[in-house]
């Protein structure tokens, strides 16, 4: 029985240092920045491409907003101010997907990387933004360049919304592998 447990031991050992190599091993990476969603004004980086053109006065913004579908170009920079450092664009889609008690966007976004050492990189989200909620969790599902193969997750919370634009700290998580997959 002594034998027997000496070898399951010696077994997992070795299990986890093959597991160990540098081709498997995880990097974590964790990114901060401040998305700006600008729909008012003459150059907006969000537009309405779908759904009701509903004038919102006097009506339940919820039920008004609900089905409205939005593109978007919006900068991404290192601090909530729209002129500081850019250091990418989120380029994608949401809709107004709750209709009942909250507002809830479904959004599918990819956050391209244009600066500093994550530029040429990118990664994606898709998921459920419940807007209303102080802080959002939303899972990231892929990337490219250094975030290949990338899964994590992001949280946002809104710093500032005024007519209609928004500006979203967003804490992002991303686990990556080290593997140079242009080999």
């Known amino acids: 029985m002594a034998v027997s447990s000496k070898i399951l031991v010696i077994s997992m050992a070795i299990l986890v240092a093959v597991c160990s190599t ?55 920079t290192v601090t909530p101010e729209l002129n500081s450092t850019l250091i990418g664009r989120a380029q994608g889609i949401y809709a107004m997907s709750a209709q009942q008690n909250e507002f809830s966007l479904l ?29 959002r969790e939303m899972p990231v599902v892929g990337g490219t360049g250094i975030f290949r193969l990338v899964r994590g997750y992001c949280l946002a919370r809104t710093f500032s919304f005024r007519n209609m634009d928004a500006v979203i700290g967003y804490n992002v998580t991303l686990i990556h592998d080290l593997y140079d997959y242009s080999r």
Do not use: C, K
């Open 107 to 135: 959004m599918t976004l990819t956050f391209g990387m244009t600066g500093g050492q994550y530029n040429g990189s990118s990664f994606s989200v898709v998921g459920r933004n419940p807007i209303m909620n102080e802080v």
């Open 22 to 76: 540098e081709a498997l091993d995880p990097n974590v990476t964790r990114i901060q920045f401040y998305m700006h969603d600008i729909v008012s004004g003459p150059n907006p980086t969000a537009i309405q491409v779908a759904g009701r053109q509903t004038n919102y006065a006097g009506t339940d913004p919820i039920a008004a907003m609900f089905g409205s579908v939005f593109m978007m170009d919006n900068p991404l």
